[in-house]
């Protein structure tokens, strides 16, 4: 990020700013880098379920019976703000209208939070129960349409529509009822894989050299459901919690465009 700021500064600073921007029949190369903030999706839902025997998960505890109450967490909840870097190709149709083609990475910081809790009849109390998740991490291939409202000018706003995929990496759950001595480490949640995404692009372009622009952006992005895993988690009942893992955000990202 500091090298694009140094690099669009240095832009600024050359003697004659032109219209740059598309041309019919020109390619473009872009590299942005920003955050991306999510705004809707879980990356796990609620369930209830009746565990008659806590022995299995803590030998201490056998004969203990408990009902495991989960709730809903969503990604701004457990990932909060994520960071989000690319590259982009495109080539314009005419001199308001290109086709792009980009790759974007999208990473967020592992969450640790408490996902419900354990009641135990036994002790007539309710006992926390905290998830750790590794992180989020994804990358997407996407195309689309650019439309620019103006053909040239001091800035020139511009919206797109793309459609492609994205890849998520294998996440990882680790749940903890820290006052019952029970720790499931590491236990598969999402498997690794491909699902639709798309989303729609508000931007501005600012000539800042005959061939340069400096780009800002904002929109929405939608990811599709991901692929659970019920390996560890299905024994306990909880199968039904990671049917789900869509992602809705909205991005904000600053870039460096060079015509050629």
């Known amino acids: 990020m500091k090298a694009m700021v140094i690099a669009a500064l240095a832009l600024v600073?050359?003697?004659?700013?032109?219209a740059a921007g598309p041309?019919?029949?020109r390619w473009s190369f872009t590299l942005f880098g920003g955050v991306d903030t999510p705004v809707s999706g879980d990356v796990h839902t609620g369930a209830t379920v009746d565990v008659p025997d806590l022995g299995p998960l803590n030998p201490a505890l056998a004969g203990v019976a408990a009902q495991l109450r989960i709730g809903s967490r969503s990604h701004?909840?457990?990932y909060d703000m994520a960071t989000v870097g690319g590259l982009s190709?495109?080539?314009a149709v005419s001199d308001r209208l290109e086709w792009f083609g980009d790759i974007r990475q999208t990473r967020a910081s592992r969450g640790r939070l408490q996902v419900g809790d354990a009641f135990v009849p036994a002790?007539?109390?309710?006992?926390?129960?905290?998830?750790?998740?590794?992180?989020?991490?994804?990358?997407?291939?996407?195309?689309?349409?650019?439309?620019?409202?103006?053909?040239?000018?001091?800035?020139?706003?511009?919206?797109?529509?793309?459609l492609g995929a994205t890849r998520t990496d294998d996440i990882k759950a680790t749940f903890e009822i820290p006052d019952a001595g029970i720790t499931i480490p590491d236990a598969p949640f999402y498997s690794s894989n491909w699902a639709v995404s798309a989303g729609v692009d508000l931007g501005v372009s600012v000539p800042v050299s005959a061939r340069g622009s400096f780009v800002a952006e904002t929109g929405?992005?939608?990811?599709?459901?991901?692929?659970?895993?019920?390996?560890a988690i299905?024994?306990?009942g909880l199968a039904s919690i990671n049917d789900t893992g869509r992602r809705v955000s909205v991005p904000l990202t600053v870039a460096?465009?060079?015509?050629f």
């Not at 109390?125 to 997407?140: D, E, M, N, Q, W």
């Not at 929405?220 to 019920?230: A, F, H, Q």
């Open 13 to 18: 600073a050359s003697p004659a700013v032109h």
């Open 76 to 78: 701004a909840r457990v």
């Open 234 to 236: 299905g024994p306990l």
């Open 123 to 162: 002790l007539n109390t309710a006992l926390p129960v905290y998830g750790g998740f590794s992180a989020y991490k994804a990358t997407s291939i996407e195309g689309g349409a650019r439309w620019y409202f103006m053909e040239a000018g001091a800035a020139r706003p511009y919206v797109a529509a793309r």
């Open 256 to 259: 460096l465009r060079w015509d």
């Open 89 to 91: 190709v495109a080539r």
């Open 220 to 231: 929405i992005r939608y990811v599709d459901s991901l692929d659970g895993d019920d390996s």
């Open 23 to 25: 041309e019919a029949g």
